[in-house]
């Protein structure tokens, strides 16, 4: 019994940390890709309170539900440990992400971590472009040192660099 708690848990955060690099592919590939048709909302100045990028919420969360579904109709404590990974990272990414970084609640933490610092600088460069095209910074959790910066500093290198 305690083995499979121990492992289910370790399958749990295995898959969350994993689904970084599945957001990171999604990213750069999918959403950068041919389905920048739906991303270019999230890159765009809107007044809306949704926007077509936030179809690729639904779209992650069914392999989560799926999981679940599945995992609880045939006792299978390891698919569900899977799917409650996918939904923690899920759950991760719309407090900062939607909330914190895009202020899409208006809340931020008085007292912020160089990480927390870090993942918000490296996503406004990641939108300081409007284009699919020469961006930079797809991942959310993995966020390089060199973004410790702010945005305006990351700005004017690139502009002296061109």
Known sequence: ???????????AISTFLFWEFVAWWTHKYIMHGFLWTWHKSHHSRHNDALEKNDLFGVVFSL?????FMYGIHFKNPYVFSIALGILLYGIFYV???DFIV???????????SRYLNRMINAHYVHHSKHSKEDCEAFGFLIVPS?????VLQFRKKREETQ
């Open 102 to 112: 895009h202020q899409r609640i208006r809340w931020r933490p008085s007292k912020r």
């Open 146 to 150: 060199r973004y410790e910066k702010p």
């Open 63 to 67: 392999p989560s539900i799926a999981m």
């Open 1 to 11: 019994m305690i083995f499979t708690v121990l492992l289910c848990a370790v399958i």
């Open 95 to 97: 407090v900062f992400h």
